[in-house]
């Protein structure tokens, strides 16, 4: 071989082993893998298929280009399964396998090609039924999956499969058959649902919000603080709230519902942090101005006073002619609050929520009965609600899909009353129908009490397909009149957030199926009695519910328990300030509260436990804050005692809005008594004190006083104070006195030879030098001062006379 010869081969076999490397990828024949297109369904019509409706299903939506290439021949068709037979299919028919779909028609040509970031609409239009092959043969009322496929060739690839969109059609008649030439003829071709075993409706239609009160703020703090102005938003006119409040309220007026059939199915889901909060709005606020740091975090006023109040309003004067019905406080799981394992904060969770509501909204809210929320009912939950009161649990049913290698086994939700302790019983709702609820609205989530096996991406279906599947859900178990029990509870999140034409859709669903008389409304005392009195005895649920990503973490819980222990303590030495009448229980209250916050369902699975341990972590300090404001005034010098029983002088501080019970804690050295005080009520401010002490030394020494609550909970910092003793104890006073006797007789004695002209002993014993006083006295006039002349005076002898 000649050396150009060798030069290109070279050359040749460097392009194939270069080629693969540059090449783009291919497409995937399967659509999700590589995402190329995007179908999104913008509207379904009817949305609801009666006997009166139009016969044919319209369905308009957008193809896009989301991928990395252009793609050329893409083409869309419709397809539909078999009406659902089983709760578990209205979400396994929206995920996975697509063996159940079949084609209603031939695809049609979507755009020839589609560069990137493009999009074009569609349009499918099709009759339920009709002679020819293009129709959707529905011939009998239910609810059935439909599904746009898009099919496309992606450059460098072959077709494929792309993307497809799923929803729920509800067909609650079937309408007359095109071509009928008669009304009689089109009569006779309409197939009009059974209503012979209308379901009895419940709907609870919820009225919360996730917690906006700013942790570690005590009672009788004012203004109140919020962690954000989201809530002034939310309550005005267009807002979350305001859309709820005046959905209901339209839905249920005397003109829409003159018969208030549709009002006797509703029961508002009122949370009583909602109602504490939006209260507490009404006469003014602040908000922080960054993220919640306690107390001392900076703050701004509140826009929202004005919309709090009016949204208040409303509510009060619907509440008096609807059902109400309080959540738990804040929302908060029985599930991790039964761990924390405390009864007082139990209690205020569940029986002391419809305190609150009846307080604020003026009404007598439902008694007996518990909404569970998001969260599955465990057996720990069911636990914490066999120590209260008797009541009804409002919860997700048990319900999961096909497992592995079980392809084609479905199972529909049990509904009906269970009873599994002598003071709960338990009403359960489908969980299918609530997380297809769930899925409505511009934010979809998926509740965690759904088993995994259950689980749909929501977020990547359209806002109209998430609503046709719900409205489908919310009406398939009238559609079944061989599914018992022939009774339905429909409970959407509490945080349910619903555009108004979402909301007025759901209602008009409800009354809908009324109207029909597929369902007939079911009041909430009925439920609660019927429950009580029909239930069948069952053993607690075992093993793990729901999906595991929604429980809260074991130290959130511990922190709880050990912060709830101590404020409890606190509360207990607590009293009642007489000036402004503030309690140490009113005091204490909101603190407890943000516990409950810390353990609220309303914020999303992924960031429950984050959110806790935060709230946690500021009232913790808020506590041990409150623990330092009771304190004994260290002087900072040192004492001196006078006398052994001089009593020890100390001085409290109180920074407490209410009075406290103490007690002091002296450690006294050896040698000293210390008479115990008692309790002391120590009110808010200083108070001084003496404390009687008797020493029995003479020292210096150090004491150590320490105050506590009157259960023995240590409070503020211990003082230690140097004490200096003059205490001489019974030596001291044996030497006085004898030194007392000692000179008493001294004095005596002198006396005594002073009276009898003696001259005393002591006085010979001095100095022979010194005039004796006497004649120094004598040697001047008393009268003039001046000096006498001296005379001599004749000695005398020792014991002789004078003269």
Same mark, same amino acid.
């Given at each position: ?26 497409? *995937? ?315 007082? &904060? ?255 369902? *309303? ?7 984050? &959110? ?35 009593? &020890? ?142 005379? *001599? ?11």
């Amino acid at each position: 071989m000649s050396r150009a010869a060798r030069l290109l081969a070279a050359v040749v076999a460097l392009l194939f082993a270069v080629a693969p490397a540059v090449a783009p990828p291919t497409a *995937s024949a399967q659509p999700g893998s590589m995402p190329f297109l995007k179908v999104q369904i913008d509207n379904v019509t009817p949305d609801i298929v009666t006997t009166t409706s139009n016969p044919t299903v319209i369905v308009t939506g957008t193809i896009s280009n989301v991928g990395d290439r252009p793609v050329r021949d893409i083409v869309v068709r419709l397809e539909r399964a078999g009406a659902v037979t089983s709760s578990s299919q209205l979400r396994t028919d929206l995920a996975g396998n697509v063996d159940q779909y079949s084609p209603v028609a031939d695809f049609i040509t979507a755009a020839p090609e589609l560069a990137r970031g493009q999009k074009v609409p569609f349009r499918l239009a099709y009759p339920l039924r009709a002679d020819d092959r293009s129709s959707m043969r529905i011939d009998e009322p239910g609810v059935y999956p439909l599904m746009v496929n898009v099919n496309g060739t992606p450059d460098y690839g072959s077709p494929a499969r792309l993307d497809d969109s799923r929803f729920l059609l509800p067909v609650l008649g079937v309408p007359p058959q095109p071509g009928s030439d008669s009304a009689g003829e089109a009569f006779d071709s309409t197939v009009a649902p059974d209503i012979t075993r209308p379901v009895g409706l419940t709907m609870f239609w919820p009225l919360a919000d996730k917690p906006r009160l700013a942790a570690g703020a005590p009672g009788g703090t004012t203004p109140v603080r919020l962690i954000d102005d989201d809530l002034a938003t939310s309550l005005a006119a267009g807002g979350r709230l305001d859309t709820m409040l005046s959905a209901v309220d339209f839905a249920t007026s005397p003109d829409v519902d003159p018969d208030g059939t549709v009002g006797r199915a509703l029961c508002l889901a009122v949370d009583p942090d909602l109602l504490v909060t939006v209260n507490a709005m009404t006469n003014g606020y602040v908000v922080n101005d960054a993220a919640d740091a306690g107390p001392g975090t900076p703050t701004h006023p509140g826009a929202g006073q004005q919309a709090a109040i009016d949204w208040l309003n409303r509510l009060k004067t619907l509440s008096r002619r609807l059902c109400v019905a309080p959540t738990t406080y804040a929302q908060a799981d029985l599930d991790a609050l039964n761990r924390v394992a405390d009864p007082g &904060l139990s209690a205020i969770a569940t029986g002391g929520a419809a305190g609150i509501v009846d307080q604020i909204l003026g009404v007598a809210s439902t008694r007996g009965l518990t909404l569970v929320g998001d969260g599955p009912l465990t057996a720990p939950a069911l636990q914490l609600l066999s120590g209260q009161a008797p009541t009804v649990a409002v919860a997700a049913a048990n319900l999961v899909g096909p497992q592995e290698g079980e392809y084609g086994v479905a199972e529909t939700a049990d509904t009906a009353p269970v009873r599994y302790t002598a003071n709960v019983v338990a009403a359960p709702f489908d969980p299918a129908v609530g997380a297809a609820l769930a899925g409505v609205g511009p934010t979809p989530e998926t509740p965690s009490y759904v088993d995994p096996s259950l689980d749909i991406a929501v977020k990547q279906d359209s806002p109209a397909a998430r609503l046709q599947s719900a409205l489908g859900s919310l009406l398939w178990h009238g559609l079944r009149p061989d599914v018992a029990p022939r009774t339905q509870i429909l409970m959407p999140p509490l945080m349910w957030n619903l555009t108004p034409p979402d909301a007025q859709a759901i209602l008009s669903a409800v009354a809908t199926a009324i109207r029909a008389r597929l369902a007939v409304p079911r009041p909430l005392p009925v439920v609660i009695a019927e429950a009580q009195t029909t239930a069948r005895e069952s053993a607690p649920p075992d093993g793990p519910l729901g999906s595991p990503r929604g429980r809260f973490d074991d130290g959130v819980v511990t922190g709880i328990a050990a912060a709830t222990n101590r404020l409890w303590g606190l509360t207990a030495a607590l009293t009642t300030d007489e000036r402004t009448g503030l309690t140490g229980n009113q005091y204490t209250a909101p603190l407890r509260e943000d516990l409950l916050r810390a353990l609220s369902l *309303s914020v999303p699975p992924d960031a429950r436990n984050g &959110l806790a341990q935060q709230r946690l972590t500021t009232v913790r300090k808020t506590v041990e804050d409150l623990f330092d404001a009771v304190t004994i005034v260290n002087p900072g010098g040192s004492y001196t005692l006078a006398t052994e029983r001089s009593p &020890l002088p100390l001085a409290l501080r109180n920074d407490l809005p209410v009075p406290i019970r103490v007690r002091l804690d002296i450690d006294a050295p050896p040698g000293m008594t210390v008479t115990d005080m008692g309790e002391i009520v120590l009110p808010p401010g200083f108070l001084p004190l003496k404390v009687p002490i008797e020493v029995h030394f003479t020292q210096r020494v150090a004491v150590d006083v320490a105050l506590r609550t009157a259960d023995g909970l240590p409070l503020g910092e211990p003082v230690r104070l140097s004490v200096h003793s003059n205490a001489y104890g019974k030596v001291l006073f044996i030497i006085t006195l004898t030194g007392g006797v000692v000179l008493a007789l001294l004095v005596g004695r002198r006396l005594w030879h002073r009276f009898r002209g003696q001259p005393d002993r002591a006085d010979l014993e001095a100095d022979p030098t010194r005039p004796d006083p006497v004649d120094v006295a004598l040697a001047y006039d008393d009268e003039t001062g001046a000096r006498r002349p001296a005379k *001599s005076r004749a000695p005398t002898a020792p014991g002789g006379d004078d003269g």
